[in-house]
């Protein structure tokens, strides 16, 4: 069910997007009105939230079921005053270490005359089952105390100013929640707030929040990259290559998969970043993981003889990598509005190909690369893919295993088969769709982030 408007782009970024999907090769393939819909269910359903929650159990550090049986059990006692707030949780029949709670929603919320907004991040955090942390608060009624019920908006294009008591702008209601913070807690101090400001009690979607539940039992993250992990295939012993890991929950699935044995490189161009991957592979648990504030596309030694723990490396220095390359990240949801340009969009496939050229150095003969992103456009997915085959004979493209999304795009002139190797999670190819007979485990494999996973063999 639709009840936010279409993801709100500049015009030049949404007919570049629109001219993407309605390329030659798909119009001859699937024909314009077919291609049409599918370009609007996809501006529809980004902003929109998944209708799972997907968590990464640690496995590494307990059986699925035992963690599922402590989930609910934490999860239940926030759901004890609501009876009819039941949690359900899944696992996923190909993925051994998902778990799944369907999110409630869209459910009929009335609006208050008391209004809080927030930014549009918070908003769409709020979104996904959170709660709203004072930091993203923008604005609140002049006498808000502790206790009082507001309704929450989100400010889809930043024009909100900071303290403000009210604003007419382009917003959108997420629900109605109390407040844990009076107005002048939040804004009239020379300290940054913290903590919750707002805790949603009738939000618009309904997801379990995850705030310090089992930090090191289950791990808040979009199906489509948990898949990458396993895609990526990484074995006790082996030494690999995350090029630009943070906040490091690809590097820590890694590392869970590995049994925390072997070695985890974790490179991010960005400092205090790095302390984030640290965090995380703490909290997991996780030894074999080695975190460095270095740029990827430097990351390639040109003395051969190094021998530093440390970036840069030699070539041929890892049995597997993975870039994740940074991207446009126009498939990820619920984002309700974009204020990038076209020059920002389009800044980043040349930054990806840098990225490959060092990643392919990088990687042993008989080697693994895997190439992900959490956009949908042509020129950051297959496009790079076509290029990467062309630009390195080297590379192969290989099966993916497990296979969940849809094939590769059309419009890059790869092959059918090409396009069958290819992982492409296309959440607007289903959104319209009757799914009461599908199992609830199965929705989730379509009603996801929009994604892209190519797997590379070196030869």
Not at 177 to 189: H, K, L, P, Q, Y
Not at 233 to 247: K, Q, T, V, Y
Not at 354 to 383: D, M, P, W
Request: proline residues 7%; contains cysteine; hydrophobic residues 40%.
């Amino acid at each position: 069910m639709s009840i936010f408007p279409r993801i709100c782009l500049k015009p030049e970024v949404a007919e570049h997007l629109k001219s993407v999907f309605l390329n030659k090769e798909i119009l001859t393939a699937v024909g314009h009105q077919e291609v049409e819909h599918r370009f609007q269910n996809l501006l529809l359903c980004l902003s929109h939230p998944p209708l799972h929650t997907c968590v990464r159990a640690s496995t590494h550090l307990a059986p699925l079921e035992e963690i599922r049986s402590k989930l609910q059990e934490e999860l239940s006692q926030q759901t004890s005053s609501d009876s009819s707030a039941s949690v359900q949780i899944l696992s996923h029949p190909q993925v051994p270490d998902v778990l799944l709670l369907p999110v409630d929603g869209p459910r009929r919320v009335e609006q208050l005359s008391s209004e809080v907004v927030v930014g549009a991040q918070c908003g769409n955090a709020v979104l996904r089952g959170a709660h709203v942390f004072a930091p993203g608060i923008v604005a609140s009624p002049k006498y808000m105390k502790v206790g009082d019920v507001v309704s929450v908006f989100s400010d889809l294009e930043g024009r909100c100013t900071r303290g403000a008591l009210s604003f007419q702008g382009n917003k959108v209601f997420v629900g109605n929640g109390v407040a844990e913070m009076d107005r002048s807690s939040i804004f009239c101090t020379d300290e940054h707030p913290r903590g919750v400001g707002v805790r949603m009690v009738e939000p618009l979607y309904r997801s379990p929040s995850f705030d310090g539940v089992l930090p090191s039992l289950a791990f808040l993250q979009n199906f489509p990259s948990v898949v990458v992990g396993h895609v990526l295939g990484p074995r006790p012993g082996e030494r690999i290559l995350d090029m630009c890991a943070a906040p490091g929950g690809k590097t820590c699935h890694i590392a869970a998969l590995m049994g925390d044995q072997g070695e985890v490189v974790a490179l991010d161009r960005i400092r205090n970043k790095i302390a984030r991957i640290r965090q995380n592979a703490e909290t997991l648990q996780l030894q074999s993981i080695k975190a460095y504030c270095f740029n990827g596309i430097q990351a390639v030694s040109s003395d051969l003889t190094q021998q530093t723990q440390g970036p840069p490396f030699p070539p041929e220095s890892f049995d597997r990598v993975l870039l994740d390359a940074p991207c446009s990240g126009l498939g990820q949801r619920p984002t309700m509005a974009s204020t990038w340009s076209l020059k920002e969009i389009c800044s980043y496939p040349p930054l990806q190909r840098k990225l490959f050229h060092a990643a392919v150095r990088l990687l042993k003969k008989g080697g693994v690369l895997v190439y992900s992103t959490c956009t949908v456009t042509l020129a950051e997915n297959e496009e790079q893919v076509a290029w990467a085959l062309s630009s390195f004979p080297c590379l192969t493209l290989q099966q993916q295993e497990p296979h969940i999304g849809a094939e590769g795009m059309l419009g890059a002139g790869l092959s059918c088969e090409q396009l069958r190797l290819l992982q492409r999670f296309s959440p607007e190819l289903s959104w319209d769709q009757t799914d009461a007979s599908v199992p609830l485990q199965c929705r989730a494999d379509r009603d996801t982030i929009g994604f892209f996973i190519a797997k590379f063999l070196k030869s």
